[in-house]
């Protein structure tokens, strides 16, 4: 059973005057089959990308003066699944879910992807409930703070980049990517893409957004050829 979300609310220094829109925020797929108490968390999920995505980028351009490209580098690596499920486990977001016992006893609270979601859609529901500065705030005090940490463990580079500086070095060809497949509404697409290097293709990833996608089918390839 999830703690309090009082005790959330406090690690994050935010108060909810609308409890339900927190409780959706925490609130996995799974549980819906189960419940109909809430709402699960993935339209919320959804907006907190597009604000995190908008409070780093401003966050890095006032930070340095350095190039797109890199800060575009700097930005993937602080808004990247793996960071998020790291921010997730620190403020201890995953005893705070709500999941099918099914979902549960598969160890979905300690599941990156979730985790990963479950920030997003945190982030969402502070900026309905108090404004894009409160979330700003957050994302600056448990996401962007991380910077020099990720830089110094090499997280800017990320799969993308990686695999074509592999692709160049190893055969000369740069990669290309196809989207394969879009399904679903508009909110909550899916995408399906495909990393080729010229005709061959190496593999797949999912995502929410294309680029998301890329960066999964990305990070298949590298693991196929052995690369990383």
Known sequence: MPQSHVLLEKTIGVRFKDKELLLQSLTHRSAVRESNRHGHNERLEFLGDAVLEMATTEYLYHLSGRAEGE????RSALVQGDHLAEVAKSIKLGEYLFMS???????GRNKPSTLANAVEALIGAVYLACGYEAARTFCEKFILQDLQKLLAQGKHKDEKSLFQEMAQEKSGITPHYEVLEEIGPDHEKLFTSAVYIEKEKIAEGQGNSKQKAEQAAAKAALKVKGWK
Do not use: Q, V
């Open 71 to 74: 800060l575009t580098n700097w």
């Open 101 to 107: 016992r099914g979902e549960e006893a598969s160890d």
